[in-house]
């Protein structure tokens, strides 16, 4: 696939420093007395396609934009397409309620802070080479200032997404804590009644055994029953703080 051709005369200095496939990536190019500025159009999460959007600035400093004049509004549009977006994305962070729509803020915002700080760094590279050019000046303040919001932007977002990875790991940490102190209670509660239940059950069988008739020997064992679920419990007790 051929690079995509302009209704313009590039001088051949600067038609040399490009590649035959593509505009390649965000760049000043400065040959000749003549200033191309290859940019992008802001990506879209779902493709890693970018549609270049190609700027030169000729000797007299007119702008032409994809072989067509009127490159300094198309320049200026560009750049407010931009902070169009990073406002979009600011209002939804404001808006957000769940994880999934901070992730969502993150796979869309991703790549276009990305493009925005590579065409702030195409701009810089631009005024280095073109020094008065003060509407050139005033784009790449722009672009700074456009590329920072999407920086603080993503920080803020990945700072709000690690709190809420801490604060659900917290809650969790804390439920498994209660569980584990309700545990707790049932095994104490089982040890302490389990010699009780035992006997009780041995002792209730309907078998003769001669003992019926002597209430001495029911407190006897029930409070040797009890002395077992005592020892039980001390045992249990003494088994968990161990571990």
Known sequence: MRRKPFSWQLPQEIE???????????????EADHLLIVLHSPPEADTHKRAPEVFLRQSDGSYLYNGMPGGAAKLKKLLAHYRELLEQYDHAHDAA???TDLFQILEHAGPLSRASSHLCDALQAAREHVKDDLFLIAMRDEAYEISRGFDLLIHDVKLEVD???????EAHSANAERMAAAQHKLNILVAATFPLVAVATLFGMNLVHGLEGRPVFFWLVSLAAGGLGGFTVLWVTNRLTAD
């Open 163 to 169: 709190y809420r990875i801490a604060r659900s790991t």
């Open 97 to 99: 309620t769940s994880a």
């Open 16 to 30: 040399v420093r490009l590649g035959e496939s593509t505009w390649g990536r965000q760049r000043a190019i400065y």
